[in-house]
């Protein structure tokens, strides 16, 4: 505090005696001691401003100006000592403009040439400032300097000048001198045009062909800016040729191209080479663009074709097909831009649109380019994305685009709000722009939500591999904890953290997470080598399958995502969604229950599969245990590896003495056949015939004498039904028994028979009518059945209840052949016929007969 | 061929070619020259002036599809040359070389006659085919504003 109050103190007396000394000077006029300030300052800036104040002291006292003046006092300076001194001295002028520097020389020459003057020997100059008063003569319109600078060893500006000073009534005197080569042709051209000189150039059109080159470009460019109509061949003319005129022809051409020029165009931009030319191309693409902006694929079709792609970068706009553009900017920044620029608009995935950014800013340290790929990030709505530019807030120039574009896509994006990305934006929470959305980020409360698996320093929070997850259930404690001892010296062999990196270096066992996870969200991105393989187990189990596709020989032409070890439901994705080897691939993993589904670079390649259990398929999947990296004996990286723990779905247990669960609201491990349009979502059984399965859904187990609960939901006219009694294949509704489920109020169902009716046993026994609840409610159900005694009761309403024996000893009422309506026992099972629908809450209780 | 064009209210007969773009016939034949030349292929804006009250790019635009338009220059935009955009622009010294600025005047007046008060993002959309190579843009902005208040008045 002491420094600081001497610090002021001093400062302010500094400042006032500067101040004081400033008006001293200002005030005092013409002293001594100004002058020797002055002198010393040196024109160099000091606070006391001795030298302007010597000056205005001065500034009749050409005298002390003169001795004042060197050349080393700042241009403007020198230019008021000059100014000062011209008032009295004009001769000054002269004297000083052949040493003057470019600020001076101008200051100079806007007086010298404001009158006529004498004793100008333009030769004893060097060419600087010969060729500055040559332009000079020309801004200032100094027509009696026009005899000094003909012959001049500038030809270009003087030809300039003498049409600046004479209009275009000088072009004759000048139209000779053109015959030259020494002359820049498209610089004179260029000027010639804004002149009215229409009937002399029209005149000397007709005898173009005799013209000098420089005449040439000078018509040329006349006759394109007013559309002269036999202009347009010369200039196309120019252009096919190889004559010195072609530059001019190539200047000119954007004023005459139309639509039905777009290939001709084309095919030139493709491959030009000379940077006039290819600079006109563009030009005229860029007049064809706005004229037709529809040829979008055409113009990467020739991007990608051409001798030089170059060219076309600028024009390029279309988000497919990126990787030529890519390629090309491997090495030229350029390109690099147009394809940044292009990923732009590729917001329809996301996830490939965030790993093409982040491959370019792998590719440049070129600031603005940078600066290019985080601005589009933060347009992004992705966790890879937010990280991204987690780690941009590590650049100066990028930070405050971080923090914003951190806090915007924190508070657009509920779904990747929690502790992690809440610290990530609020590291720099005082440098967020807009305090609104700052305040929205600090009064958030999220949830864990995704966390990372990897720290980026250590191997904390995994642990090596011990024998499988049924083993290690049968392994005592003191023995799991030996084995794992020597597993984790293995896994820090095989595993090395690098940054943002984890590495498998290909020795070594997988890498298990510390933590056993039920149903989780897991996002990780992934990298392998030439004939890689990898593979994530989930709760301990394999995998989600990683390799290289060309491995046909294996069968990875697949491509990478599959349940690799399924043997009942699907291992196999359902495309190719692989980035090239050596790029990274993003991975969205989600697990509920039994059911996985994988998105890989943004393509859903597994739909909510079951994941069988590979370590005893007698079992479903372990309702928890480890996420695991595969070790395969070879080098994969992994990076952004972020987990979030979903609830888990909860298990339903029958309140009723006796009753067992058919389905308890997550796993269909009890039931065969198509368990892919039948989903446990949120504890009910719904079925989506959508999503592409086939048959029906039994039990595994087979059922004789039963009492079954259970409770649907319908949807307008759906259809399905309860199948007992039923064998696997066939008809369940004449190899077994139908019990009919259907919403029979829908006017589709208005001719149906009363043994069709919901409830009923199809065919056979009729049901009554009325006692569906409107569709979209749930509705109670419980079928009775003991021997030959079949039972439905519906919302508390007893709808069915027949003998089977007896509904058929006048024939079927259906008249239909039923060879399984009296079997004594088979499964149960959902008889599909394409409707959604909705089921929760089944429960059996097996009827055991008791011996009269 | 004689053509007969409306320019600033005054009847102009011609006799040029009817390929000629507008902009020549302003400046070669009738001598107005304040309607600047800049890239000759509508990129620019430096030509722009109004046909029939639309700002349009006359370098680009052939005599013989002006007919009987009443044509305005930015010479014809006020006889006084005291438009509210001129104030404007007077007021906050907008031009640097000044070579854009006749177009840049002719689309901002043209702007506001549409729309009289625009909004920030609209004088932006508004004047962005209008090129300035010195980058007086924020300046622009700006006196297009001024001017907004200017006509409200």
């Known amino acids: ?852 | 061929m004689a053509i007969t064009l409306t320019i600033n209210r005054k009847k102009v007969s011609l006799d040029i070619d009817s390929n000629t773009p507008l902009l020549w016939a302003l400046r070669d034949h009738v001598g107005l020259l304040g309607t600047k030349y800049g890239c000759g292929i509508a990129q620019c804006g430096a030509c722009t002036v109004w046909v029939n009250g639309e700002p349009m790019r006359s370098c680009v635009l052939p005599i013989s599809a002006v007919g009987n338009a009443q044509i305005t220059t930015i010479e014809g935009l006020d006889p006084a040359g005291k438009h509210p955009v001129q104030e404007a622009w007077d007021e906050l010294d907008v031009p640097q070389c000044g070579y854009c600025q006749a177009g840049q005047i002719m689309t901002a007046a043209a702007l506001l006659k549409k729309n009289p008060r625009p909004s920030k993002q609209e004088i932006i959309d508004g004047m962005a085919g209008n090129i300035c190579r010195c980058g007086t843009y924020h300046r622009i902005q700006e006196a297009v504003a001024l001017a907004a208040k200017k006509v409200k008045k």
């Open chain 1, 1 to 852: 505090m002491k420094y600081l109050v001497l610090l002021l103190v001093s400062w302010q007396a500094f400042a006032q005696s500067t101040r004081e000394q400033q008006l001293n000077y200002r005030t005092k006029g013409a002293t001594s001691e100004l002058k020797a300030a002055a002198y010393a300052s040196k024109g160099i800036y000091e606070p006391t401003q001795a030298t302007e104040a010597f000056i205005l002291a001065n500034a009749k006292n050409i005298t002390e100006l003169k001795a004042f003046y060197r050349t080393e006092l700042p241009e403007a300076t020198q230019c008021q000592i000059i100014g000062l001194i011209a008032k009295q001295d004009e001769s000054i002028l002269l004297a000083k403009y052949p040493n003057s520097k470019p600020q001076v020389s101008a200051f100079i020459l806007k007086q010298l040439l404001a009158k006529p003057r004498v004793n100008i020997t333009l030769r004893s100059w060097d060419a600087a400032h010969q060729k500055a008063f040559i332009i000079a003569v020309g801004t200032y319109k100094a027509t009696w300097a026009l005899p000094l600078i003909q012959n001049s060893n500038f030809k270009t500006e003087q030809i300039i000048a003498q049409l600046q000073v004479q209009g275009a009534k000088g072009l004759p005197a000048v139209w000779d001198l053109l015959k030259t080569n020494q002359v820049d042709a498209q610089k004179i051209a260029d000027f010639t045009t804004t002149l009215a000189a229409n009937a002399y150039l029209k005149n000397q059109l007709s005898g173009y062909d005799q013209a000098s080159t420089a005449q040439k470009t000078v018509l040329l460019a006349y006759g394109s800016c007013r559309q002269w109509t036999e202009v347009k061949s010369l200039v196309w003319r120019a252009v096919q040729s190889n004559h010195p005129e072609r530059a001019a022809g190539f200047e000119a051409l954007d004023k005459w191209v139309d639509l039905g020029d777009f290939d001709l165009i084309a095919e030139k931009l493709s491959i030009v080479q000379l940077p006039n030319e290819v600079k006109a191309l563009q030009n005229c693409m860029t007049q064809l663009i706005k004229k037709d902006g529809t040829r979008t694929s055409k113009i990467t079709a020739f991007a990608k074709a051409a001798k030089h792609k170059l060219n076309w970068v600028p024009f390029v706009q279309e988000v497919a097909n990126l990787d030529w553009l890519y390629a090309l900017g491997k090495t030229n920044e350029e390109a690099l831009r147009a394809f940044v620029r292009i990923n732009g608009k590729a917001f329809a995935n996301v996830d490939q649109q965030v790993l093409r950014y982040r491959n370019a800013l792998s590719l440049t340290q070129n600031l603005e380019t940078r600066e290019q790929i985080y601005k589009g990030l933060v347009k992004c709505n992705s966790l890879s994305a937010m990280r991204t530019l987690y780690l941009g807030l590590k650049e100066p120039n990028i930070k405050q685009l971080a923090v914003d574009g951190l806090a915007a896509l924190y508070v657009a994006n509920p779904e990747f709000q929690g502790t992690m990305t809440k610290e990530w934006t609020l590291e720099n929470q005082w440098q967020i722009s807009d305090a609104a959305i700052r305040d929205q980020v600090m009064k958030s409360n999220p949830g864990r939500g995704f966390y990372t698996m990897y720290n980026g320093i250590d191997l904390r929070g995994w642990k090596g591999l011990v024998d499988n997850p049924v083993k290690r259930r049968k392994t005592s404690a003191d023995t799991l904890a030996m084995k794992q001892i020597k597993a984790d010296s293995i896994m820090r062999k095989g595993w090395l953290a690098q940054g943002e990196e984890l590495h498998f270096t290909g020795h070594g066992d997988n890498l298990c997470s510390v933590k056993d996870y039920q149903d989780f969200e897991l996002t990780i991105d992934w990298k392998i080598e030439k004939d890689g393989d990898a593979g994530l187990y989930l709760r301990g189990s394999p995998q989600v399958q990683i390799w290289d596709i060309a491995r046909t020989n294996v069968g990875a032409q697949v491509g990478s995502g599959g349940l690799y070890n399924n043997q009942i439901n699907p291992k196999n994705p359902s495309k190719v969604a692989d980035n090239p080897v050596g790029e990274w691939n993003t991975f969205r993993v989600i697990m509920r229950g039994e059911r996985v589904t994988v998105y890989l670079n943004g393509e859903m390649v597994v739909d909510q599969v079951i994941l069988e259990n590979y370590w005893d398929r007698k079992i479903p999947i372990f309702i928890k245990d480890a996420i695991e990296l595969q070790a395969h004996g070879n080098h994969i990286v992994y990076r952004n590896i972020y987990v979030k723990e979903l609830v888990p779905q909860p298990i339903y247990q029958p309140e009723e003495v006796g009753f067992e669960p058919l389905f308890d609201g997550t796993s269909l491990f009890n039931w065969t056949g198509n368990t892919t349009d039948y989903v446990p979502v949120n504890g009910e059984l719904v079925v989506d015939p959508k999503r592409g399965g086939k048959g029906n859904l039994y039990t595994k187990k087979e059922y004789g004498d039963f009492h079954m609960k259970f409770e649907f939901q319908l949807t307008p006219g759906a259809n399905n039904g309860l199948g007992i009694r039923t064998p696997l294949e066939g008809d369940a509704a004449y190899v077994g028994m139908e019990l009919q489920i259907l919403d029979n109020t829908s006017p589709m169902y208005a001719k149906l028979q009363p043994y069709q009716y919901h409830g009923s046993v199809y065919g056979i026994i009729s049901a009554k009518q009325g006692f569906l609840k409107p569709v979209g409610e749930w509705n109670e159900e419980e079928v009775i059945a003991e021997g030959n005694h079949i039972k439905v009761i519906l919302n508390g309403e007893v709808i069915t209840d027949g003998d089977i024996v007896q509904a058929i000893k006048n024939g079927t009422p259906d008249h239909k052949e039923h060879p399984g309506l009296l079997n004594k026992t088979g499964h149960i099972g959902f008889l599909g016929h394409g409707s959604p629908l909705k089921f929760r809450n089944l429960r059996i209780k097996e009827i055991i007969k008791k011996k009269k």
